[in-house]
């Protein structure tokens, strides 16, 4: 594993091309990407060329990240059936590519490589062309194993935005979410975005929910039921398991602070349920509420300095910060009589919840200072649990619109929602990975 590694951070250090170009390129683009839903921009991703039997690998990197600049809402993937040039006879440099063919399908940034086998590994040399000017506006060449292709298509993909909108992609990260999708039990499964490289975290044949990712994305905490008592286990991806803590009652919604160095839990606490912060091995650092009231669901604030938490401390339950170190915590939702499930974007000026309404929840998303709430759902069933993307511009969330719970993906505005799980697993509580290290 450590081999492995070693060998991807050696591999994504080589830039292609005229990195220097794309900052006037990203700016007379971002000129027209202006959020998914709008004008979206018209982009042409080719497969790769290979002449040394990675063929499939060629067309697997080229449906990766035509996937994720699809999800994003903010490309028009050119259909490949309207492509003119053969992948494998024509070239990959702005002197050799024939921009014309390019323009006639209606391709204003294109994507083509090399992806070539080299002893147990892969070399792939990905680059980015504005259609328009016929130049290189970007390129990455990548050293990995096989087992590595999804992630080095996912990190091109962040690329691609990173030069197109002047912020990078949310693509190279994970997803965790709990699932019933192998008989009664729920488990905890982790996937990339595109829904690939699914495995199961547990497989203890108990009840396991609420998963969050430590800040280096290597390992998961949730809570089961595997010993009777809703208790605190942490993961890593590969299945092995340590209990963090099980004291009497629920530990529940264990979230890992930025620096990784305290975990925010509720603990019942006294016939109360409070917020408390233990240290990675589970023991109490200090309790940051402590009230008579139900105070669940932590998230923290980017900087690490404040808690964002549900209580019913004012009769229903409602959103509320307070500082990480205690003290009177700042109501922050006033719309609604029932508000759980807070999550604090990344970017650190909104919070997102599912808020009830009519019998059934919506997600929403408020400003910190509890005004400007944005409705991101309005759809039939249950649309619970919001987790940010790492760059902030996406939600995830669970929904059963469809009939069984699934796990959807929203933009930051709601305008664009797509399901990322198939209908029948009954999946529950996402939770979105920082960026992979």
Request: net charge neutral; hydrophobic share 35%.
């Amino acid at each position: 594993m450590v081999g492995r590694r070693a060998r991807w951070v050696i591999g994504i250090v080589i830039a292609l091309g005229t990195l220097g170009a794309a900052g006037e390129a990203g700016a007379q683009v971002r000129g027209t990407i202006v959020g998914p839903g709008a004008t979206s921009f018209p982009i042409a991703v080719s497969p790769l060329k290979s002449t040394s039997g990675a063929e499939r690998e060629a067309g697997t990197f080229a449906d990766i990240v035509a996937k994720d600049l699809d999800l994003s809402g903010l490309f028009r993937v050119i259909d490949r059936a309207a492509y003119i040039e053969n992948s494998q006879q024509s070239g990959v440099t702005a002197e050799t590519i024939d921009f014309r063919d390019w323009s006639t399908v209606g391709a204003q940034a294109l994507v083509k490589g090399t992806v070539e086998r080299d002893g147990d590994g892969l070399v792939v040399e990905a680059r980015l062309f504005d259609v328009v000017e016929g130049k290189q506006i970007g390129g990455k060449r990548y050293r990995a194993g096989d087992d590595e292709l999804r992630r080095v298509s996912h990190r091109f993909a962040d690329e691609v935005m990173q030069i197109l909108t002047g912020e990078r992609g949310p693509f190279e990260s994970r997803i965790a979410f709990a699932s019933r999708r192998k008989g009664r039990f729920k488990e905890i499964y982790a996937m990339s975005i595109d829904a690939g490289d699914l495995r199961a975290v547990t497989r203890d044949g108990s009840i396991a929910l609420a998963p969050s990712w430590s800040p280096d994305g290597r390992s998961l905490l949730f809570t089961s039921f595997v010993s009777g008592n809703p208790s605190l286990f942490v993961a890593d991806l590969g299945g092995d398991k340590r209990l963090v803590s099980s004291r009497h009652g629920l530990n529940l919604g264990g979230r890992w602070s930025p620096g990784g160095r305290a975990i925010a839990v509720a603990l019942e606490n006294g016939g109360a349920t409070d917020i408390a912060l233990l240290d990675p091995d589970g023991q109490i650092m200090h309790f940051v509420t402590k009230d008579r009231s139900i105070d669940v669901s932590p998230s923290w604030s980017p900087d690490g300095q404040s808690i964002v938490f549900c209580s019913d401390r004012g009769g229903g339950p409602q959103i509320y910060v307070v500082s990480a170190q205690g003290g009177t915590p700042r109501r922050v939702t006033f719309e609604g009589s029932y508000n759980t499930s807070p999550a604090w974007s990344p970017k650190g000026d909104r919070i997102a919840y599912a808020s009830r309404l009519g019998g059934r929840f919506q997600v929403f998303t408020v400003a910190l200072g509890g005004g400007d709430v944005k409705r991101i759902t309005s759809t039939r069933g249950d649309n619970e649990d919001p987790s940010w993307s790492p760059d902030g511009r996406y939600l995830i969330f669970s929904s059963t619109r469809d009939g069984s719970g699934a796990i959807y993906l929203s933009d930051a505005a709601g305008t664009r929602q797509t399901r990322l799980t198939p209908p029948g697993g009954d999946d529950s509580s996402p939770a979105w990975s920082r960026w992979l290290e």
